[in-house]
């Protein structure tokens, strides 16, 4: 690489040997010359050469000067890395204290965790225990209920059956009445009353219709109406008759033949009434004669018109309750 002064000598030096040696042969001159276009054409590659030397420098200037502000800009970037390096560093230490205290914490919460999961879990046993047990009551309590379920329905069975048995007998009862009353139409009803009292059919006959006053003889009018009564209970097969024999308070008269007192007199009455009754044709399987004397007045007055009206036979009419009996005593 050549530089301006050093050839601008060399051209000088060339034309002063030209000059001075104008005698040199054409051979020099062409061979000077030869040497001036050699050191234009050298000049034209220096110049060349320069400018991409200067095109070269500027362009190294120019990376001089990027690489400066990108040592700048890095520079900067490192002073906030530097600090944001610390203060990752300083939350890194809180972070670190905050995990550190959050396992002692966890450390401590499981083993609280443990202790009341086991108070849980034996607490959950025992409430197993009692589900248990309220389950076993609840099933033996829906067994009794559903036993007294049919126990009700049985009973509910029966007593529905009781009172179809009961309805049927206060029926047959006032049928029996009925036919009763149509037979002794005839008679007195001062004398003689049919009346149902307690599901039975009470026929009541006074003394003055069966009896002379001490006597145990039935009457004619009387042996009439018990005849009537006997044929109304022929057909009667589930009816038991009973006969009563009632007196006054006042006793025996003494020298009686076969009588001691008022015991004697109303058994001796309701067995001859039942003597009539069986002649009449009335089963003796189905009559019993009873005397209950004065016991059982109807009227307590001491007065001679109270006294007649207890001086009386009370023939009781009780329909058959077998079928009723059965189902009491099965309940």
Known sequence: MFHKPLLRYA?????????????????????????????????????????KSKKESADLSKQVADLTEYRSQLAADTTLLGSTLRKTQSLYADLSSTYDKLIKNHDRLMANSALESSKLSKDLSRRDEELNKLNETLSKNRSQLDQLSKDLKTREDRLNEL??????????????????????????????????????????????????????????????????????????????????????DVPVARGTAGMQDNWDLSVLRATEITR???????????????GRAENVPLDVAKTADARQKNRRTEIILTPKLDELFQILEAN
Do not use: M, W
């Not at 145990?216 to 057909?235: I, M, P």
């Not at 009539?276 to 004669?289: E, R, V």
């Open 11 to 51: 051209g000088v030096a060339l034309l002063s040997t030209f000059l001075l040696g104008s005698c040199t042969t054409t051979k020099k001159y062409n061979a000077v010359l030869a040497q001036k276009v050699k050191l234009e054409r050298d000049k034209a590659d220096c110049q060349s050469a320069l400018s």
């Open 276 to 290: 009539i009754l069986t002649t009449a044709g009335l089963a003796g399987t189905k009559i019993t004669p009873s």
């Open 163 to 248: 009172e179809r048995i009961l309805a049927e007998k206060d029926k047959a009862v006032n049928a029996l009445r009925t036919k009763v009353s149509n037979a002794l139409l005839g008679f007195n009803s001062k004398d003689l009353s049919v009346n149902v009292r307690n599901g039975k059919v009470y026929v009541s006959l006074s003394e003055q219709l069966l009896f002379k006053s001490g006597s145990t003889k039935v009457d004619v009018k009387g042996q009439d109406a018990l005849r009537k009564l006997a044929t109304a209970l022929k057909d009667q097969q589930d009816v038991n008759v009973v006969v009563e024999g009632h007196t006054d």
